[in-house]
């Protein structure tokens, strides 16, 4: 269920554990349950401040102008919107890297309520203009996205969530896997989407791409694979049409028809499990392929 | 005129060069006897070397008025005095805010309102958590940028993690709508210790702002009655 969450807890407490200058700002999100023995561990660097969050990412920024690499986390919304002003001055403005992990994704807190959503994090994210932006599907890519990424000197969102792909692939920041070959469309998944997409196209023609990078974003591999007069068919986990700027450009020398499959762009107000979302949206394998084969007819 | 006096005047020189100005305005001179005080008797800090891992670090919280700052930085020997001349300018490093990517000795880029506290906590939890035990982070915040709740999330942290290394130095020039006073009780409260001075005093203000101890982060309230910036 919160696999992602545990490896996002496993691998920052290693990077502790490795790097003396791995700073960790918490702000009570997943303390007790997951991260709480690091923090006794190292206890002068990995802080938990309690319920502040635009005080978190500032804090993180404060460690960052000291040459740590500052890692903050809380659940999505509170990590990626509420602190939104700290995120684009105190790193982005200020050249400082960091790592952003932000958990539940778009709807993962279903019986929350929409307090708890954040479909719109990546989109916010990408108007950083430095913001990476990852979306791994698989723990094990959490692991390897995070170890990859945390000192790399730009301000980094990790999405992660209870959704999740039943494999993982060999991800590397800014690259696309190709997973099948096919004629008639290109459908490029993004994270935790690549398991329903696979389920969808079964039996289809179609070309199915995985990315975990919104940004950097492999325009090169797209533009590669998809063919003169593509169709091309995003699914994505967070509000639909987010990745079309990247998705866009990379073939913007040739005509094509797009489809963005991705959480529609009205709040919900509904409870429930993340899966009965999914369904209501559209993101179940059903909804998913019904809107492919709309697209390719 | 004694030196401290003389001192002063070249710097207000300075900051007439950049704005072409006698006057200024309030955010700029209520800070100037406190900012000289830092950067003549309190911080430790070289112009030879502004990267130096040992340096007190000065956040502007506010970011607001830097011109003294800047007047203050040239005069220290931190930014040529041709800088001055294209203050606000295209073309020039020296904004109405600060960037830090362009101004050796600007710790942080402000200016909006309520980010340099978290900052500067930040910032001392580093210096700590790296073994420097020697150098202090020292943020200064407006009366009315004290409005902004972002400040207070600090407010409160500060004590708990027992910043000793950590100074917020409040220029209180009366400019906020709803009354920050009494700052004794009320960042006292949440278990700063508070020293309230004459932020004209200059050798007032070099007591208050030298004090440190162990564990607990200081509050230097600079009062500035209306009318006397």
Same mark, same amino acid.
């Given at each position: ?297 | ?9 070249r710097v207000r020189a300075l900051m007439a060069r950049a704005t072409g100005d006698e006057k200024h305005e309030e955010s700029s001179t209520s800070t100037l006897d406190a900012l000289w005080v830092l950067y003549d008797r309190v911080l430790h800090v070289d112009p030879a070397r502004p990267a130096d ?73 580093? =210096?700590? *958590?790296?073994? %420097? /035990? ?5 943020? !200064? &915040?407006? #009366? ?11 407010? =409160?942290? *500060?004590?708990? %993690? /027992? ?5 917020? !130095? &409040?220029? #209180? ?27 004209? #005093? ?5 007591v208050a702002l030298r004090r440190r101890h162990e564990h607990t982060p200081v509050a230097v309230v600079a009062d500035i009655p209306p009318g006397e910036w």
């Amino acid at each position: 269920m919160d696999g992602m969450r545990v490896a996002f807890a496993r691998t920052t407490s290693a990077l502790l554990d490795e790097d003396p200058q791995v700073a960790l700002v918490l702000a009570e999100i997943s303390v007790s349950g997951y991260l709480w023995r690091a923090i006794e561990r190292h206890p002068e660097r990995a802080v938990n401040i309690g319920i502040a969050e635009q005080a978190m990412v500032g804090i993180a920024a404060g460690f960052a102008m000291e040459g740590f690499h500052p890692i903050a986390h809380s659940i999505a919304a509170f990590v990626a919107e509420r602190p939104y002003e700290q995120l684009k001055l105190d790193f982005g403005y200020q050249g400082l890297g960091g790592t952003f992990v932000g958990v539940g994704g778009s709807y993962d807190y279903a019986a929350e309520g929409a307090t708890h959503h954040a479909p719109a994090d990546a989109q916010v994210m990408t108007a950083i203009p430095t913001m990476q932006v990852l979306a791994p599907g698989h723990e094990r890519e959490v692991d390897a996205l995070l170890r990859a990424t945390y000192a790399n000197g730009e301000p980094t969102y990790v999405r992660i969530g209870s959704a999740a792909n039943t494999e993982p692939f060999d991800v590397a920041p800014g690259r696309i896997e190709v997973v099948a070959h096919g004629g008639a469309a290109t459908v490029l998944a993004f994270g935790p989407m690549l398991w329903p997409t696979l389920q969808a196209c079964a039996g289809l023609d179609v070309t199915i791409l995985y990315a975990t990078s919104l940004r950097p974003f492999d325009a090169a591999t797209l533009a590669g694979v998809v063919g003169g007069a593509p169709t091309v068919v995003a699914v994505e986990p967070w509000y639909e049409g987010t990745a079309a700027a990247a998705v866009t450009s990379a073939i913007a020398d040739r005509p094509a028809r797009y489809a963005w499959i991705g959480v529609p762009r009205t709040f919900v107000h509904a409870y429930g499990t993340r899966e009965d979302l999914d369904r209501d949206a559209g993101l179940d394998p059903t909804g998913i392929r019904r809107r492919i084969l709309e697209v390719m007819d | 005129m004694d030196t401290t006096t003389d001192a002063l005047a070249r710097v207000r020189a300075l900051m007439a060069r950049a704005t072409g100005d006698e006057k200024h305005e309030e955010s700029s001179t209520s800070t100037l006897d406190a900012l000289w005080v830092l950067y003549d008797r309190v911080l430790h800090v070289d112009p030879a070397r502004p990267a130096d891992p040992d340096r007190d670090r000065f956040i502007l919280s506010k970011g607001h008025g830097p011109v003294a700052l800047y007047a203050i930085l040239v005069a220290k020997g931190f930014i040529p005095e041709a800088a001055l001349d294209t203050f606000m300018e295209h073309g020039g490093t020296l904004g109405s805010h600060p960037d830090r990517t362009l101004v050796p000795g600007v710790e942080a880029s402000t200016g909006s309102l309520g980010h340099g506290l978290a900052l500067a906590v930040g910032v001392a939890l580093a =210096l700590r *958590a790296g073994g %420097r /035990r020697e150098p202090r982070a020292i943020c !200064l &915040v407006g #009366d009315a940028e004290m409005n902004e709740g972002s400040n207070w999330e600090p407010v =409160l942290i *500060a004590p708990h %993690r /027992r910043l000793g290394n950590l100074t917020m !130095l &409040v220029i #209180d020039n009366h400019s906020s709508t709803p009354d920050m006073s009494p700052w004794a009780e009320r960042l006292g409260g949440f278990g700063w210790d508070v020293y309230e001075v004459d932020g004209h #005093d200059r050798a007032a203000l070099e007591v208050a702002l030298r004090r440190r101890h162990e564990h607990t982060p200081v509050a230097v309230v600079a009062d500035i009655p209306p009318g006397e910036w």
